[in-house]
């Protein structure tokens, strides 16, 4: 069955950067849709970075363009990446990483509806 495994979380100061990690395995990697997203304490999930079939293409949250990255690792089998450079506190949340069916998200998505996987979540917090 589909697992995704997020790592790389941390406390962090601002203005530093980490990269998160998610772990991929049950299904066939490069035909999924996959997205990261956030949810600070009090606050809804929201999408923050999304990647399409084969890393075709890639969409950010205006919160976030600049300064976040993603990106499938070529170097790791099924491992998705976030970069994260110039962390402010707001960044402060659970980090998840999700996948979907690529007839499903019909491209990189931000909506979480779209998405039928979903890990367990990587803390990061900024002070």
């Known amino acids: 069955h589909v697992q995704l495994v997020e790592s790389g979380g941390g406390s962090v100061q601002a203005g530093g950067s980490l990269r998160l990690s998610c772990a991929a395995s049950g299904y066939s990697y490069s035909s999924y849709c996959m997205g990261w997203f956030r949810q600070a304490s009090g606050k809804e999930r929201e999408g923050v970075a999304a990647i399409g079939v084969g890393g075709d293409r890639t969409t950010y949250s205006d919160s976030v363009t600049d300064r976040f990255m993603i990106s499938l690792d070529n170097t790791k089998t099924n491992t998705l990446n976030l970069l994260i450079n110039n962390l402010v506190p707001e960044d402060s949340a659970v980090y998840y990483c999700?996948?979907?069916?690529?007839?499903?998200?019909?491209?990189?998505?931000?909506?979480?509806?779209?998405?039928?996987?979903w890990g367990q979540g990587t803390q990061v917090t900024v002070s």
């Open positions: 999700a996948a979907t069916p690529g007839y499903v998200c019909r491209g990189p998505s931000l909506l979480s509806r779209r998405y039928n996987f």
